[in-house]
């Protein structure tokens, strides 16, 4: 029997930026280059997950970030690899982070002159570290506003709306990164054998509606009582199945938003009485799945507005957050806006 070659068929990364460069009208050749230093990043980043439990990589570094988590040891080599990656680049003018209090600035002339700046989650998901769960990486690309010189802190705050790129990296059975430029959604799978990444999953589309719905139910008795129903109704029979849903929560946001963008669900992370603002980072986390999940068919919400649609006071701005197949998040908005009528 003879093998058939496949290998024509594959289509790297690198390929299918190149390729799709129109999309990507400000400067041609740099989203080529980010992706590609964000993808060495990840690539570095995943040789350590591999064997993370075979050197001393693993539980706590002995700190805590700005929002006052500590950070484990795999945090804080993620972050320095995805900085030193931008910085080495040069196509990046600096860096916010959710590890860093500040934004990091890159003042050499090459950097200094860049046209984007990146807002990064290094490794979310990472209270799962040392029980091997899946993990990830966050990251979204503004173009910058500031005229001359270094770039500023205006620079970061800017509506989801604005973003010019923005993906995740999933570290889990397989590696694989998807991301967006604004003309829908691309999945692609590292393979080992080779070191390169590889067109897996074009152009993606969230199911409208799901049997998924992923919270942490062990807040139930700190939601509100409209949270509460919608769960209720996720829980019952008179929904758009006509049988219960399945909750699956891993608690690293990457892989559950990943789960429900392939199979169709929502996630969700309100506001509770601990946390009255919601938990999860509107710059890292929000915006740049916001931007993936409308571009893909789904939504993406605070429970009452666009989450891209939000201007940013603060760096490390937090937000409730409902995200997934439209129709799911339509009805928790739905609920959500009956009770405040009331």
Do not use: W
């Not at 209720?232 to 199945?241: I, K, L, P, R, W």
């Amino acid at each position: 029997m003879v093998q058939e070659d496949f290998s024509r068929d594959i289509v790297t990364l690198t390929e299918f930026v190149i390729r799709n460069q129109k999309d990507f009208p400000y400067a041609k050749g740099d989203l080529t280059r980010l992706l590609g230093d964000i993808a060495v990043a990840a690539k570095i980043v995943t040789r350590e997950v591999r064997k993370a439990g075979l050197v001393n990589i693993l539980g706590e570094f002995g700190t805590t970030n700005i929002q006052g988590e500590s950070q484990k040891k795999l945090d804080v080599y993620a972050n320095e690899q995805f900085i030193a990656a931008m910085k080495h680049g040069g196509v990046v003018a600096g860096v916010a982070s959710e590890e860093n209090d500040n934004v990091v600035v890159f003042e050499d002339r090459d950097c200094a002159e860049s046209n984007y700046v990146v807002c990064i989650d290094p490794l979310d998901g990472s209270s799962n570290i040392d029980v091997n769960v899946s993990i990830g990486t966050i990251f979204s690309v503004y173009r910058t506003i500031t005229q001359k010189g270094p770039c500023t802190m205006q620079d970061f705050l800017q509506p989801g709306t604005e973003q010019v790129a923005a993906g995740y990296i999933i570290y889990g059975s397989s590696t694989m990164l998807v991301y967006t430029t604004g003309h829908g959604v691309n999945g692609f799978t590292l393979d080992p054998s080779i070191g390169v990444f590889c067109l897996s999953h074009p152009d993606l589309k969230t199911p409208e509606k799901g049997q998924i719905y992923s919270v942490n139910e062990g807040n139930f008795n700190y939601f509100s009582k409209d949270i509460q129903e919608y769960i209720h109704y996720c829980q019952g029979t008179a929904n758009d199945f006509g049988k219960s849903y399945s909750c699956r929560y891993i608690g690293s946001l990457v892989a559950d938003f990943h789960r429900n963008l392939i199979k169709g669900g929502i996630y969700m992370y309100p506001s509770t009485e601990a946390d009255p603002k919601g938990k999860l980072r509107l710059l890292y986390e929000c915006n740049p799945l916001a931007f993936i999940v409308e571009q893909a068919g789904g939504k993406a919400s605070t429970g009452f507005e666009r989450i891209m649609e939000i201007k940013p006071e603060k760096l490390h701005q937090r937000v409730p957050y409902f995200v997934g197949s439209i129709r799911m998040v339509e009805k928790a908005e739905e609920l959500l806006r009956h009770s405040l009528s009331k």
